[in-house]
Nanobody, 121 residues
């Protein structure tokens, strides 16, 4: 009932930058926390960053300073600015939202299909 679509992934050289975008659509009553996760081949999905509806953010310590998460509540969008990219950042990046559907009192977790980010020379 909540559809998340990522965009902005691609191939970049080490040291380059990318900005990922994710838009939420559907019968949304409200969106609580939004975030980005990533999964590299052979590894578990890991948290990258989250941002609450009011603005507070969290980051994986190793990524703090290079990645910046932001959101536009009016547009139901969340962004991930990635700078100084390293080969180790190569992964499928997934958008996540904890949202309340219009007809429901409870909030649920929703996931996008993922977008590939490849850092290589």
């Amino acid at each position: 009932q909540v559809h998340l679509v990522e965009s902005g992934g691609g191939l970049v050289q080490p040291g380059g930058s990318l900005r990922l975008s994710c838009v939420a659509s559907g019968s949304i009553f409200s969106i609580n926390t939004m975030g980005w996760y990533r999964q590299a081949p052979g590894k578990q999905r890991e948290l990258v960053a989250t941002i609450a509806s009011g603005g507070p953010t969290t980051y994986t310590d190793s990524l703090k300073g290079r990645f910046t998460i932001s959101r536009d509540n009016a547009k139901n969008m969340v962004y991930l600015q990635m700078d100084s990219l390293k080969r180790e950042d190569t992964a499928v990046y997934y958008c996540h939202a904890n949202a309340r559907v219009h007809v429901s009192y409870l909030a649920y977790d929703f996931w996008g299909q993922g977008t590939q980010v490849t850092v290589s020379s």
